[in-house]
């Protein structure tokens, strides 16, 4: 089945320890997104990916970090430097960029810091 | 800039009742849009879409209509029942999406 994986689903950390999120699509898509999500809250956009080795902020970068070294592979990064970083997680991929592209969500992490 | 609104909830409605979710947007030309719907603790699933004005996106007895006179894209659904309690999104956007804050929607027996 193809699909968008997120792993693990539930996360816990430290105040301090910086974290990574797994998001893996075997979709074929070459853009990914993440986007955190708060109670009572649309999603909002951390970090987004065009293509392998390229990737742009969205409107909340400060404190995460991403990569995109495969292109079926997106990390998340969630730094000791976010203020608030207990949320839950959304990845999403879309084949493009373009204005039809429909974006494809996984299952979400929920991270909490303790 | 680009925004997309949509109505608050929570809503509640009986089973078989009439569902309305109203959606607007503001955006500098004609996005795509989108609607999700969210089950607890999960992802987002697309519920429908609509790339073009006049364009109406269906899925599951769902129905949205884009409709450029008004910027809305507003869902309905003639009869609901619990399984559709859920939170509906609604985006818009080229590419990136822009999200509205979600409508939680309960349908009781």
């Known amino acids: 089945d193809g699909g968008i994986t997120q792993s693990p689903k539930y996360l816990f950390r430290k105040e301090g320890q910086n974290v990574t999120l797994s998001c893996e699509q075997n979709l074929n898509h070459d853009a990914m997104y993440w986007y955190r999500q708060d109670p009572g809250q649309g999603l909002r956009l951390i970090y987004y990916s065009q293509i392998v080795n390229d990737f742009q902020k969205g409107d909340i970068a400060e404190g995460y970090s991403v990569s995109r070294e495969k292109k079926e592979s997106f990390p998340l990064t969630v730094t000791s430097a976010q203020k608030n970083p207990t949320a839950f997680y959304l990845c999403a991929s879309s084949i493009g960029l373009t204005a039809t592209d429909t974006q494809y969500f996984g299952p979400g992490t929920r991270l909490t810091v303790l | 800039g680009n925004s997309v609104t949509q109505m608050e909830g929570p809503v509640t409605l009986s089973e078989e009742a009439f569902l309305t979710i109203n959606c607007t947007y503001t955006?500098?030309?004609?996005?795509?849009l989108f609607w999700y719907v969210q089950y607890p603790g999960e992802g987002l699933q697309l519920l429908l879409k609509?790339?073009?004005?006049?364009d109406k996106g269906s899925n599951k007895g769902f129905e949205a209509t884009y409709r450029k006179e008004t910027t809305s894209f507003h869902l309905e659904k003639g009869s609901v029942q619990v399984s559709d309690s859920a939170v509906y999104f609604c985006?818009?956007?080229?590419?990136?999406?822009?999200f509205g804050q979600g409508t939680e929607l309960s349908v009781k027996p």
């Open positions: 955006a500098t030309g004609y996005p795509s």
């Open positions: 985006a818009g956007g080229g590419g990136k999406l822009i």
């Open positions: 609509a790339t073009k004005a006049d």
